[in-house]
């Protein structure tokens, strides 16, 4: 079996154990970094080198998440959680740390940060990568057996997009998924929601407490 097919069994939207939990989100970033480990294109540098620790301690907590969600009015009965180490990626030019939640209904809320080691920012068609979509994509072509693109839902800002997708499952079961890909210097990202009906309004609170954390 190969990983992206491990990955798409792993990452049920419900009844998932923490261990498969844990092992599916190592996966999902892993895929979701790959095709930006693979060629390094010239960035500015920056003095502010990303360390695993220093990208974690940005990440949001779960009560911070609760009070983002809160902040609109929005509760989720959180269930599960799991955290991602750099060990666990283990790409030769990208660090990263992410954080995924389940709910009680089998929704999944994740938030990845990620920076080149050397801490360039990022290239134009790094940016452009990122901004257009091509990021969630590659995330999700290997955890769905379909995705359909429902398009850009919103320009939060010229560095934060909110794409719409929805995948479909081995067993027919059709997932909404709100991702929002961000920029903030020379760390990159996403914030996503999946469930069956999207109403946008996690992601964007999730995605506001996690932004508040990073610098301009």
């Known amino acids: 079996m190969s990983m992206a097919d491990t990955a798409i069994y792993s990452l ?6 923490r261990a498969n ?5 190592f996966i999902a970033l892993a895929l979701l970094v790959l095709p930006f480990s693979l060629v ?16 974690n301690g940005r990440l949001l907590t779960t009560a911070e998440l609760k009070a983002a969600l809160g902040s609109n009015g929005i509760s989720l009965n959180i269930t599960d959680s799991a955290d991602i180490k ?3 990626i283990n790409l030769p030019d990208i660090v990263g740390s992410g954080r995924l939640w389940l709910t009680g209904d089998g929704s999944l809320l994740g938030d990845a940060l990620l920076s080149y080691k050397d801490g360039h920012n990022l290239s134009k068609a790094d940016r452009d990568s990122i901004l257009n979509g091509d990021m969630a994509k590659a995330f999700l072509a290997d955890e769905f057996k ?16 909110l794409h719409g997708f929805n995948g479909t499952t081995d067993d027919g079961t059709v997932v909404q998924v709100a991702i929002v890909s961000f920029i903030r210097g020379n760390i990159f990202g996403m914030v996503f929601y999946g469930t069956a009906d999207n109403q946008l309004g996690e992601v964007l609170s999730a995605f506001g407490g996690q932004t508040a954390k990073l610098p301009n």
């Open 12 to 17: 049920r939207w419900s009844g998932t154990r």
């Open 86 to 88: 750099d060990s666990d």
């Open 21 to 25: 939990l844990k092992k599916s989100l």
């Open 40 to 55: 390094i294109t010239g960035g500015t540098a920056n003095a502010a080198v990303e360390t695993e620790k220093s990208l």
């Open 146 to 161: 379909k995705v359909e693109f429902v398009g850009q839902l919103q320009v939060v800002s010229d560095n934060d997009i």
